[in-house]
């Protein structure tokens, strides 16, 4: 039967990496880049929103220890605070850019009596790649201005530490209130609050993103058309085999080899060389 091709341990091989290949562009590959081109969407909508909408105090935009979500980052707050800088964490391995830098983290101590964590902005490296001298925030009562923004996560949990390679001071390899929470013993509410350019205490304002629609959309498409690509190809080889003479079919019936041009010349050379017959005379 010609069905029994689809037995053959190479066809099976094939149809199983293919069908692999299309299930992962369908069910892994392009939605992952779908869900990266809602967030960009997100982001380029909150960041849109920002530029116009008037600042609101920290516990109006978020209530209580609410935290941070893609709705709410980048939303400007106002807060009124005393910092912590005896609490203060360095974010290391930063870029900036496109050039190194760190990253200030100080705790801030609202009026209300609840501490949150303030990125100052960022510092270059000195010429030994190590944290230079840094104004210190301002002493006393402050109202800052200041972008909402999500913890951000560090996939082996590292906390702050301190040693030598640092001078001493607290190094982090995330931002995130959490390490600086644990690293200093207070109680700090989740996120934490970028600020902006002008503000008491800032150092190098941190750059925004940029609004762009990014590649994300199109790389989606790309992967569902490699996907049906894949099964357009599978199914046309297959149809093809199904028909007489298929190319399964001719090698097995050559031995499981295909013909070289060379032989297949030969042949034709061969038939046109065998005599003809004479056409009767019909005169």
């Not at 190590?130 to 972008?147: E, I, K, L, N, W």
């Amino acid at each position: 039967m010609r069905l029994k091709f689809l037995l053959k341990p190479g066809w099976l091989a094939l149809t199983l990496v293919v069908f692999v290949f299309a299930i992962a562009c369908y069910t892994l590959l392009a939605p992952w880049q779908f869900s990266r081109d809602a967030e960009q969407v997100a982001q380029n909508s909150a960041l849109q929103a920002s530029f116009t909408a008037q600042p609101r105090p920290l516990a109006e935009a978020l209530p209580g220890t609410t935290a941070p979500d893609a709705k709410s980052e980048w939303e400007r707050i106002t807060v009124t605070g005393t910092y912590l800088p005896e609490h203060e964490v360095v974010a290391r391995l930063r870029t900036v850019q496109g050039e190194p830098a760190f990253e200030v983290l100080t705790p801030l101590r609202t009026s209300t009596g609840q501490v949150v964590l303030i990125d100052r902005g960022y510092v270059r490296p000195d010429d030994r790649s190590r944290v230079p001298p840094y104004a210190a925030p301002p002493t006393g009562s402050v109202d800052v201005v200041a972008r909402v923004r999500t913890d951000e996560a560090d996939p082996k949990k590292r906390e702050a530490f301190a040693d030598e390679s640092t001078a001493g001071k607290l190094h982090s390899y995330v931002v995130d209130s959490r390490v600086v929470a644990r690293a200093g013993k207070l109680d700090i509410r989740p996120g934490y609050f970028q600020l902006d350019d002008k503000q008491p205490g800032v150092l190098g304002a941190l750059p925004l993103p940029q609004l762009e629609a990014g590649p994300y959309f199109s790389y989606a498409l790309q992967w569902i058309a490699f996907g049906t690509m894949a099964l357009l190809g599978w199914l046309y080889f297959t149809v093809r085999e199904l028909k007489p003479g298929g190319a399964l079919r001719a090698e097995r019936e050559s031995g499981g080899r295909r013909k070289s041009f060379s032989e297949l010349l030969a042949e034709a050379e061969a038939e046109d060389d065998e005599p003809q017959l004479a056409a009767p005379d019909r005169r």
